[in-house]
């Protein structure tokens, strides 16, 4: 890889796409199967917006949906981080302005109430760290133009990630079959997507276990406090200004956002 290839430059092209527009696909100027380089060059990027101010409030897991995998071509998960400024509270009205892109797929939330950072976690350690879940909403964008995405592009791109909103009515997991639960996600009064829990690498307490894995792996690891955003339970839809979604997934209150210009 010579120097304009290097990590560095290629977050700035990703970087500078925030405002100035997509670009090609990145796995076009390296080795595509480097999926640590992908990972470095969101890393840079998350520098960049941290020394801006940026504050990190948890992780998104993507790509835990089948149905997501095969409308992006990709065959395993991948993860990034979550913004405050980018948190929204359900019936949020949002500029589709903001974003390049936008689609949207629901999901299911998790906070902590108990750092995830031991050796040889289990699903007994995520299900004692979650202190509750809430209904999510995840607004994908990419910043490669037409989304025409690879494994290491929307790695590099953040996991595609746009921005979160979120129910304000916290449920236990006790309360939760969070393997059989179904979503339905409706534009208006018309449902666009369905799913249920074990879209999400089977259950989205796995999913959230994979992550957590990656994250002592990196020496990141997941934090009390910290929102886990865990996969979608359906296919993403497309977003367009007038849009209006809710979503509803058994056992959690609905969460909705508007879309205007």
């Not at 964008?141 to 996991?159: C, G, K, M, P």
Request: proline share 3%.
């Amino acid at each position: 890889m010579n120097d304009n290839n290097s990590a560095a430059n290629l977050a700035t092209s990703l970087f500078d796409a925030y405002t100035k527009g997509a670009i090609t696909p990145l796995r076009d100027q390296v080795d595509a199967t480097d999926i640590s380089l992908a990972y470095q060059i969101q890393q840079e990027n998350h520098r960049r917006w941290s020394e801006q101010g940026r504050v990190t409030i948890g992780r998104k897991i993507g790509l835990t949906s089948t149905a997501v995998q095969a409308q992006l071509g990709v065959d395993q998960p991948d993860y990034g981080m979550v913004y405050a400024d980018t948190c929204y509270c359900s019936g949020a009205q949002i500029s589709v302005s903001q974003f390049l892109q936008p689609k949207i797929e629901a999901e299911i939330a998790f906070v902590l109430k108990s750092d995830l950072d031991a050796d040889n976690l289990t699903i007994i350690d995520v299900i004692n760290a979650v202190d509750y879940a809430v209904a999510a909403l995840e607004i994908v964008d990419s910043r490669v133009a037409n989304w025409d995405i690879s494994l290491f592009d929307t790695i590099a791109d953040n996991a595609s990630y746009g921005g979160i909103i979120v129910g304000t009515t916290p449920v236990p997991l006790s309360q939760l079959d969070l393997e059989n639960c179904k979503m339905q996600l409706a534009n208006g009064d018309a449902v666009v997507s369905e799913g249920e829990g074990r879209a999400c690498l089977g259950n989205p307490l796995l999913a959230t276990l994979w992550l957590a894995n990656m994250m002592i792996e990196n020496g990141q690891p997941l934090k009390a406090g910290d929102v886990v955003l865990s996969g979608a339970l359906g296919p993403m839809i497309a977003v367009k200004s007038g849009d209006r979604f809710t979503a509803s997934i058994d056992g959690l209150n609905s969460v909705s956002v508007s879309f205007i210009d």
